[in-house]
């Protein structure tokens, strides 16, 4: 790219004003996914397996249908039967349809079976047990590596891709293998090699609220659906293939939405909704209950670990090596790959060798959770760093940076980085007062460094002038974390107006292109580089109306401050002409003023962060409190500082609870034993300390003003930070998380 | 469904030995509604008790000990200017219950009646020697609440007989209670230990006690050897110590979701130990 494309003076760049949508959100105006109502609509509920694998022998469904409350029941006889199975991700569509609702299997405890429509929500519940089915029941597993072993029930044959070497177990689906240089040489030249094992379980990413949508399909085959997702195209285009129905023919708009972190990325309830709809001719609403959300959307991947890591004494790392066996439930989709790419991605390796394991067991699909498969990875090998630095005696932000990536270097999974940020976050972590504060007896201090790719994909923006010169900004990527605020700063800055003169609405799928989902860090990149470019795009059509006003070339026109001006002193003397003063009369000087860019970005440029975290453990309980953290990441230019901060915070508060509390709990009947919020165990306000955050900037090349996305990074540190400090505060290592209590003071027992 | 409200617990005890089906009393609510919300029990007959006279009034006896309505909040106990002064633990324990939402709707009753021996007014109340008013048939009798509660989930209530008065002793001189719980995080969350104690002294010697343990069995206990362990004692580290070895050898656990046996046996002792230390800080009138 050219570098006048470049800017690093801002006006409104780098504010905090409010969010547009915030009174709406603190008033109660807002519509979330389960606000919506239509005349004559319908409840519908969905009939769950208890089991956690069953050959569905039989589903009897007339008792249901003659209840006089109930207008339609459904079974996967009513989806399109035109959706192919292929190996591993190929068969994505199957993999979805087959989640949403069963076939020839129930593959997990929660696993939707049969779904209701009825004159109540009510009423729907008590007809859902009124079909009665009839259950073959399957051996089941759900630890990955009992599931990777050769006497495991296989869940499905021919599930696996090209990419699984012979021999593995059937519920191996994907490998991934990848690095440079010469381990085995690389570790001959250490003075100390370390390899552990490590462990972890799956989280649920916990958003407020739960999956809910509104679904009208008429005989006419044209559909209407209201729903709370991170991205309504992908939505559409899943909806359209289950159903059997052309695209077009399925409108999307995407509800207010009370938290995603990658969860809302997939359909559950909504192809469940629509043909719910199309047979019983209304329209159908459906709202899981939060049981239901833990029991069947998806939560992350569990993993098991094995890293070894050789060092010389002066903390030179010579060789590295990482297996990561990610289980994603009963379908493929667990990032092993992702796990293995990152873990090592922070440093600059002469040898490095990994592999990652994408392996289906009898749980819920597993749906991305901010930097998906990355945090476990960062938790074994930034922990295995850290046991090094302690039995070496080196400082471990010392030997980070002496081992740290930079510009030029070789990334472990493969391409050279371009101008990167992990040395900036190293350097001010050892700057920050919190690394040279003392530490009470009891407490221990832990470093971690984390990495995420982040990511550009499909982009649609418009916007449109009005004409006493304020703005509309159609974007399509759901606002799940102040991205209206972010985009009408960068439009602002392009256009010279103020912010709050610039509406920005989240359109849906009838009225914008495409848009890809609200993931991978993506929007204030994507949508923000095309926000930016749809504004540029209308400043040429203001300053093509000033010259023809002028009687000038356009190319002696330029734009400053929200006026157009001649380019200089050679182009003629006229008065700054603003944008309202353009826009009062566009009618009839051309026609209305609209900015418009499609494209799909791809210098999303990758990011790194440095979390410290203080953390002390009750000796005679093995309860943890962390007391101090401090997270330091490299945003490239943060446009709206205090939202950054709200992702570092964010991701640090999330690392806290998957570290110390949160896991799926799965009895020996393979049923999920905490499936509400009073044992499936988030942090609470009361436990968190305040999250302090540096915000470090180095600009992006891919984006005119420099951003790199800031939504996932910021939880691939903290297992590991949390991890290092606990163990260092207990003084005994922990390789499992959650560090929970129980776990916590068996090791300490242990430990004598 | 069929909801009443009588006037009178006489009247709510005929309705109850009258009703067929599941017939559940409400008083708070913050169990019954949540299990009838969550599909687990969808009661036949709802017999709703907040409107009987009385039922939210705090009053001070004669001797010196309180009568608690059956639908007085953990809030309205902990704003009450005299109550929590006599007895900090039993007033702490009720107010570690959930959510300003539900301090707000909860019951002393209604925890005892839930039998979950989780239930963290439970053991504070078998602590301070609580007694209730059963209202039945046949009249009223008054019992202990450690005869209250017999298994998770169920209580020694016959068929029309509730709760109709919660009775707190008098605090007397020089005497102190505590509770203490343990969970993983620092509010909104169950028990996985709970620990109840309260004594007396004369002196510096303990001259009664009274100790209880929650979720380490399958109900709330009062444990004899806790109190044996300490009474004659000035709470000295032999005592503590004797303290927590009989906390942990009444433990009966189980491994479960929330906490194991090695975990909830080891724990006992702990906090056995430290809400002794704070009854008996208490005791002397110091802060704690």
Not at chain 1, 190 to 207: C, K, M, N, R, W
């Amino acid at each position: 790219m050219a570098l006048d494309d470049r800017k690093s003076d801002f006006k409104f760049v780098g504010t905090r004003p409010d969010r547009p949508d915030g009174l709406d959100k603190v008033t109660g105006r807002a519509k979330f996914g389960a606000d919506a109502h239509a005349p004559g609509m319908l409840h519908g509920a969905i009939l769950r397996s208890p089991h956690a694998h069953a050959r569905i022998v039989k589903i009897d469904t007339s008792k249901a249908e003659a209840l006089k409350d109930v207008k339609a029941v459904i079974t996967r006889a009513d989806f399109s039967d035109k959706v192919p199975f292929k190996p591993g991700l190929e068969g994505e569509f199957w993999n979805v349809l087959e989640n949403v609702m069963a076939g020839e299997k129930a593959l997990y405890d929660g696993h939707a079976v049969a779904a209701v429509a009825a004159t109540s929500a009510l009423a729907a519940r008590d007809a859902l047990k009124q079909i009665e089915v009839e259950y073959e029941v399957l051996p089941h597993v759900t630890d990955v590596d009992k599931a990777m072993a050769p006497d495991a029930p296989v869940i499905r044959e021919g599930a696996a891709d090209y990419s699984v070497p012979e021999g593995m177990h059937p519920n191996v689906v994907r490998y991934h293998e990848s690095g440079h240089g010469d381990v085995e040489a690389g570790f001959a030249e250490a003075d100390l090699v370390i390899e552990d094992s490590f462990v972890t379980e799956a989280t649920h990413q916990g958003y407020i609220e739960p999956h809910a949508c509104l679904a009208s399909l008429g005989n006419d085959g044209k559909g209407e659906l209201w729903c709370c997702t991170q991205g309504h195209w992908i939505v559409q285009k899943t909806c359209a293939a289950l159903l059997g129905m052309e695209t077009s023919n399925l409108r999307v708009t995407a509800s207010e939405i009370g938290g995603g972190f990658g969860g809302k990325t997939t359909v559950f309830i909504e192809p469940v909704a629509l043909a719910l709809s199309r047979k019983a001719n209304r329209p159908v609403k459906v709202v899981m209950n939060r049981s239901e959300v833990f029991r069947a959307t998806g939560p992350t991947s569990s993993a098991s670990m094995d890293v070894k890591i050789g060092m010389k004494k002066d903390g030179t790392i010579t060789a590295a090596e990482g297996i990561f066996r990610l289980q994603g439930g009963a379908f493929p989709g667990a990032p092993g790959d992702m796990t293995a790419m990152c873990g090592f991605a922070p440093y600059n390796l002469t040898n490095v060798r990994q592999v990652g394991y994408d392996v289906m067991a009898n749980r819920p699909k597993q749906a991305a959770y901010r930097a998906p498969g990355a945090p476990m990875g960062a938790f074994a090998v930034e922990s295995v760093i850290d046991e090094l630095c302690n039995k070496l005696g080196l400082d471990p932000i010392d030997v980070r940076l002496k081992n740290a990536a930079y510009e030029g270097t070789k990334a472990s999974y493969g391409p050279r980085y371009g101008r990167i940020g992990l040395v900036e976050t190293l350097e001010a972590a050892k700057a920050h007062p919190h690394y040279a504060a003392p530490l009470k007896p009891g407490q221990g201090r832990g470093i971690a460094c984390g990495f995420w790719f982040n990511h550009g994909g499909e982009t649609s923006v418009s916007l449109a002038l009005s004409e006493d010169g304020s703005a509309q900004l159609m974007v399509g990527t759901p606002d799940i974390g102040g991205s209206r605020a972010s985009m009408a700063l960068m439009a602002a800055e392009v256009l010279g107006i103020p912010y709050e003169n610039i509406r920005v609405t989240v359109a849906d799928t009838a009225t914008l292109g495409y848009n890809d989902v609200s993931h991978g860090s993506r929007v204030t990149y994507a949508s923000g580089l095309a926000t930016i470019k749809a504004a540029r795009n209308a400043v040429e059509k203001l300053c093509e109306r000033a010259a023809a006003k002028w009687g000038i070339p356009v190319d002696a026109v330029k734009w400053e401050d929200g006026c157009a001006v001649p380019s200089g002193p050679n182009a003629g003397d006229f008065d700054p002409m603003p944008l309202a003063d353009i826009t009062t009369n566009m009618g009839s000087t051309g026609g209305p003023i609209s900015g418009h860019f499609e494209a799909t970005p791809e210098g999303a440029g990758v990011s790194f962060g440095t979390h410290i975290v203080d953390a002390e453990v009750d000796p005679e309980t093995g309860k943890t409190a962390v007391t101090r953290y401090t997270v330091i990441q490299d945003a490239g230019k943060a446009i709206h500082p205090a939202y950054v901060e709200g992702q570092y915070q964010g991701g640090a508060v999330q690392g806290i609870g998957w570290a110390l509390n949160e896991e799926y709990i799965y009895g020996e009947d393979g049923r999920l034993q905490n499936s509400i919020f009073l044992d499936y165990r988030i942090p609470v306000a009361s436990d968190l300390p305040m999250i302090d955050t540096v915000i470090v900037e180095v600009p992006n090349p891919g984006h005119p003003f420099g951003v790199r996305g800031v939504g996932e990074t910021g939880i691939v540190p903290p297992l590991a930070a949390i991890a290092n400090a606990v163990s260092n505060a207990a003084g005994v290592r922990m390789r499992q998380l959650p560090m929970s209590p129980p776990r916590i003071l068996a090791a300490l027992k242990d430990n004598g | 469904m069929n909801y009443h409200s009588p006037a009178s617990f006489a009247e709510a005890s005929a309705l109850a030995a009258d009703a067929t089906g599941i017939t559940r009393f409400l008083a708070g609510g913050t169990d019954v509604l949540v299990q009838l919300r969550a599909d687990i029990v969808t009661p036949d007959n709802l017999i709703d008790i907040k409107k009987i006279g009385g039922v939210r009034d705090i009053t001070r006896n004669a001797d010196g000990g309180w009568t608690l309505g059956v639908a007085v909040t953990g809030a309205e106990m902990s704003e009450h200017p005299e109550l929590g002064r006599d007895w900090p633990g039993l007033v702490e324990a009720m107010d570690l219950i959930g959510s300003t939402q539900v301090q707000g709707r909860a019951t002393l009753a209604g925890n005892l009646c839930n039998a979950s021996p989780a239930a963290d007014s439970v053991p504070a109340m078998f602590a301070a020697g609580v007694t209730v008013t059963v209202t039945g048939l046949g009249g009223d009798r008054v019992v202990a609440v450690e005869d209250i509660p017999t298994a998770p989930g169920r209580t020694s209530l016959g068929k029309g007989e509730l709760i109709s008065a919660v009775h707190v002793p008098a605090r007397g001189q020089n005497a102190g209670d505590a509770y203490l719980r343990f969970i993983p995080r620092t509010e909104m969350d169950i028990a996985v230990v709970g620990c109840g104690v309260n004594l007396r002294l004369e002196g510096d010697t303990i001259t009664e006690a009274r100790v209880s343990l929650g979720a380490v069995a399958p109900t709330v206990l009062l444990v004899e050897d806790c109190a044996n362990a300490i009474i004659g004692t000035t709470l000295d580290q032999a005592a503590l110590e004797a303290l927590a070895s009989a906390a942990s050898a009444a433990c009966n656990p189980i491994d479960d979701k929330r906490g194991t046996i090695a975990f909830r046996t080891e724990v006992a002792g702990v906090l056995a130990r430290r809400a002794a230390k704070i009854a008996y800080a208490r005791a002397k009138g110091e802060q704690a």
